[in-house]
């Protein structure tokens, strides 16, 4: 079957950096998306990575290797409107995206 | 904002009630899609729709029912519901099937009494 495997909670301190881990097992690979959620908000997109490799935009980095079935997101100087749920999601060979639970980031002042 | 737009954003409904949940995309794409989210668990795929036709029926109970009169608007009519249901409601939009990223609306919170 498809699996998409992240962490439940993670907790992090203003200004600190932070690593949340993904692994997939899927059915063929069109890419891997990480989406960020806040409560009761719709989930916006922060990266697609296809490539091997570091994408860097601002204080979010994404790093995906395909031989691992593996991605983290990086998120730097963290601030609290950070504070949120992170959606890891894999596009397989259907082009369907597969999800995983999301990851809630707390961060603490 | 998006650009996908989600009404109602809160619904409360008895088992036996008839309601339907709007979803509108001011972003020209093509593909349309509903989903479920429940607490502590992936978002579930449930339909997916390309130029207003479905294309993907993710093995849903026939007390869903969707429509999509235009490949900006569609819908999700509710019938005769379980409290097993209640769940966050999103609809989401990309430009085409391959691998466009999704935009997705604020959801619509059902709760099935």
């Known amino acids: 079957g498809q699996n998409i495997d992240q962490p439940t909670e993670m907790t992090a301190t203003e200004g600190a950096i932070v690593q949340i881990n993904c692994t997939y097992q899927t059915s063929g690979f069109n890419g891997l998306f990480w989406y960020q959620q806040h409560a009761g908000e719709a989930p916006t997109f922060l990266s697609y990575n296809v490539l091997d490799g570091l994408e860097e935009k601002g204080r979010f980095s994404s790093f995906l290797s395909r031989s691992k079935g593996y991605s983290y997101l990086l998120l730097k100087e963290l601030q609290m409107k950070y504070s949120a749920s992170y959606l890891c999601a894999v596009m397989d060979s259907n082009y369907q995206l597969i999800w995983g639970a999301g990851t809630k980031l707390i961060i603490k002042p | 904002e998006t650009g996908v737009t989600q009404t109602p954003r809160h619904l409360v409904m008895g088992m036996t009630n008839k309601k339907s949940l709007k979803c509108e995309q001011h972003?020209?794409?093509?593909?349309m899609y509903w989903y479920k989210q429940s607490a502590k668990k992936p978002l579930e795929l449930m339909f997916v729709?390309?130029?207003?036709?479905?294309?993907e029926n993710n093995s849903v109970p026939s007390r869903f029912s969707p429509e999509c009169p235009n490949s900006s608007h569609l819908f999700l009519h509710l019938h005769t519901l379980q409290p097993e249901d209640s769940a966050l409601y999103l609809c989401?939009?990309?430009?085409?099937?391959?691998?466009?990223?999704?935009?997705f609306g604020p959801g619509t919170r059902l709760t099935v009494l």
């Open positions: 989401a939009s990309s430009p085409g099937l391959d691998a466009d990223t999704q935009y």
């Open positions: 729709y390309n130029f207003k036709e479905q294309t």
């Open positions: 972003l020209g794409h093509n593909a």
